[in-house]
């Protein structure tokens, strides 16, 4: 029901995010309570809300319940693709045809599982590629990198070649030994100047594929590349590094840190974004660091979470500048993390 913000009551529940200048005020699925009711009429300049009544609450849980099957089609699809990648992409560093077409008809898959934002979202932040550091997460970098695309404006064409150039961004780490990809320890300085080839020895396996454009080549070879210089294997900056690379870079970032490592688990909730924003200062593409965290914050909203104190509650509004502090709907009351010091996020919830 749409009602006027002055015909509201305490109980009822939000049934669309409230938005001022395209920033979260208000999740749906909130509960009004006497503090967000005083909110709403007297400081935010909101006239009418949507708030669901006894039928859509009905109609809401059933569509929570869809989205949940949802998910476990995509979940499947997703490792059904994912064993294809493997094979794909061992067979493409011999180039043998079948794989070439088998790369093709994956590419086209992809595209139908990408119609599916939300539900990709959630398995990135809940389980990222989990130990899989090349095909999952290769798998993961395409999702995030096609997402990011579209938010930046991208016709078709040009999202099917960054599909293309994210899926084979680490090809090259097919060649390179298994005990430096699955070691279970930090790596040495002799493993990282391996692992550094990768971008050299994916390039010289792509570009011996002919009907694959130069710009996913491109791609390739400068996905490690930073704008002040400070990247590898050529170490160029700025305008030198191709839009591809650029954006491939801050999905490769993202899906890395929201992933379990041999060497390591995962980093806290926010570490991901806090990085993506740190980073926007010189090393990743300013503008497209911030398209991709103007989007994809509004993922967060409505989350649940558990904090340190082992108590649940949902992110209701994020803060561009503290990430790792939201505001969170807790107990029927509000509770900003900004003021109490004490208390992190430490993980989300299912």
Request: hydrophobic content about 35%.
């Amino acid at each position: 029901m749409l009602l006027k913000t002055s015909e509201l009551k305490i109980g009822m529940v939000i049934g669309q995010d409230i938005q001022d200048n395209k920033n979260i005020l208000l999740s749906k699925n909130v509960i009004v309570t006497e503090k967000i009711l005083k909110k709403l009429q007297t400081l935010y300049n909101i006239y009418e809300v949507w708030v669901y009544g006894e039928d859509t609450l009905e109609k809401a849980e059933s569509s929570k319940k869809d989205s949940e099957k949802q998910l476990k089609k995509v979940e499947f699809r997703l490792n059904k693709i994912c064993e294809d990648l493997h094979y794909v992409l061992d067979n493409t560093a011999e180039l043998q045809k079948d794989s070439l077409k088998e790369l093709r008809e994956l590419i086209s898959e992809l595209k139908n599982v990408i119609k599916e934002p939300d539900v990709l979202i959630n398995n990135l932040l809940f389980y990222g590629s989990e130990n899989d550091s090349i095909y999952r997460h290769s798998l993961n970098v395409a999702y995030i990198s096609s997402l990011l695309g579209n938010w930046i404006g991208f016709e078709n064409n040009k999202i099917k070649l960054l599909i293309y150039s994210a899926l084979l961004h680490d090809i090259g780490k097919c060649k390179i030994d298994d005990s430096i990809i699955n070691k279970s320890t930090r790596l040495n300085s002799n493993d990282l100047k391996k692992i550094r080839e990768h971008p050299v020895l994916g390039y010289n396996i792509i570009k011996k594929i002919n009907f694959l454009d130069k710009s996913v080549c491109q791609s390739v070879l400068l996905h490690h590349e930073r704008e002040d210089g400070s990247g590898y294997p050529l170490g160029i900056n700025g305008d030198k590094i191709p839009d591809f690379a650029k954006i491939i870079a801050i999905a490769d970032v993202f899906e890395a840190i929201n992933s379990n490592r041999c060497y390591r688990n995962k980093k806290h909730p926010f570490e991901a974004i806090k990085i993506i924003k740190d980073e926007s200062f010189g090393k990743l593409n300013y503008k497209y660091c911030n398209i991709f965290l103007k989007h994809i914050l509004n993922y967060y909203i409505g989350r649940k979470v558990k904090l340190n104190n082992n108590k649940t509650g949902k992110i209701v509004q994020m803060n561009i500048n503290e990430l790792d502090k939201p505001l969170i709907f807790l107990e029927n009351k509000f509770l900003d993390l900004r003021e109490d010091k004490g208390l992190i996020v430490e993980e989300f919830i299912l």
